[in-house]
């Protein structure tokens, strides 16, 4: 019989456990709990931060946003940059938000605010995030994709992308779009919306799709 993992081992060694055992249940409670604090925090922080990156890419010129980021933002690559940044427009077009709210957005502190666009936009965000993380936020208005991210993307978001790898930022660009238009395909309540004729027509479009891009996969392998 194999021995037991280093991990299991000390399981198996439940002395402290077993002292602690009638006071677990509300410990295991008070730590999901701040478990789900945390991830609401994160995406309340994620839309203050989409809405900061919309106010400096408005003050620069067509371009400079990109190397901005590179110049300015450790720790995150543009990719992360952009997905709060699509995150954000999607609460100020679901929540309706004024002008006013969004100004207020960047500044929110984790108390409500008294009154003004700042309590405003607060009661907004906090029904817009509801109970959800800010991956699974992500998920649900299609800017990440479950299980396509890792596969079209050589690396952590966190990675960030060299300002002259001009090849790195337009394939970010194509998996962008490619995780996007998958999401709505693969969404049933869209495909319920068409009719029969529209689904052969859009299976055949994705077919010929593919096989033109196998095709033309194998002549730009065949160049390297």
């Known amino acids: 019989m194999a021995q037991p993992k280093h991990a299991l081992t000390l ?14 249940p509300q410990i295991i409670a008070g730590q999901l709990e701040a478990i789900r604090t945390l991830e609401s925090k994160a995406a309340g922080v994620a839309l203050q931060l989409g809405g900061s990156l919309w106010a400096v890419k408005t003050t ?4 400079q946003f990109q ?9 995150r690559g543009y990719r992360a940059c952009a997905y709060y940044m699509k995150l954000v427009l999607q609460f100020a077009e679901s929540a309706r938000l004024t002008a006013e709210e969004w100004a207020a957005l960047p500044s929110l502190s984790d108390a409500l605010p008294e009154d003004g666009p700042a309590r405003s936009v607060w009661v907004k965000r906090a029904k817009f995030i509801g109970e959800l993380s800010l991956s699974e936020l992500l998920i649900k208005h299609g800017i990440k994709s479950v299980g396509l991210k890792h596969e079209l993307t050589a690396g952590d978001d966190q990675t960030a992308l060299p300002a002259s790898d001009d090849g790195q930022l337009f394939f970010a660009e194509i998996a962008d779009h490619l995780m996007g238009l998958r999401s709505t395909v693969l969404k049933p309540e869209s495909l319920m919306r ?4 529209q689904l052969d027509n859009l299976k055949t479009e994705i077919e010929h799709t593919r096989t033109e891009f196998l095709k033309l996969y194998e002549q730009a392998r065949g160049k390297r």
């Open 67 to 75: 190397p901005w980021i590179h110049s300015n933002v450790e720790g």
């Open 194 to 197: 068409l009719t029969p004729d």
């Open 11 to 24: 399981i198996a060694k439940s002395e402290l456990a077993s002292s602690l055992l009638p006071e677990l």
């Open 60 to 63: 620069l010129k067509h371009g």
